[in-house]
């Protein structure tokens, strides 16, 4: 029962780690990057399902890039691992 205890502890300091991160990285970068790449698509004449799909793709590869680049970070400064 005590490991258990223990899994559900480190299971939260995982959480108290990444929430905040993924929340600034998505107002940051994927919001930013969904708005821009579906506007210019859509300017250009590309269908609006091509610019949706194509705009939720690429923003959210940069997302999951800056959320492996601060997984990296983490784990240099503080030795945290998430």
């Given amino acids: 029962r005590k490991r258990g205890a223990v899994?559900?502890?480190?299971?939260?300091g995982q959480i108290?780690?990444?929430?905040?991160?993924?929340?600034?990285?998505g107002l940051l970068v994927y919001q930013p990057t969904l708005f821009f790449?579906?506007?210019?698509?859509?300017?250009s004449g590309t269908m609006v399902v091509v610019?949706?799909?194509?705009?939720?793709?690429l923003a959210f590869a940069f997302?999951?890039?800056?959320?492996?680049?601060?997984?990296?970070?983490?784990?240099?400064?503080t030795g945290e691992q998430i």
């Fill in 16 to 25: 108290a780690w990444f929430s905040p991160a993924a929340f600034i990285l």
């Fill in 37 to 43: 790449v579906a506007r210019h698509l859509i300017q």
């Fill in 51 to 57: 610019s949706v799909i194509g705009s939720q793709a």
């Fill in 7 to 12: 899994t559900l502890w480190h299971l939260a």
């Fill in 63 to 77: 997302f999951v890039t800056a959320m492996n680049l601060y997984r990296v970070a983490l784990r240099r400064f």
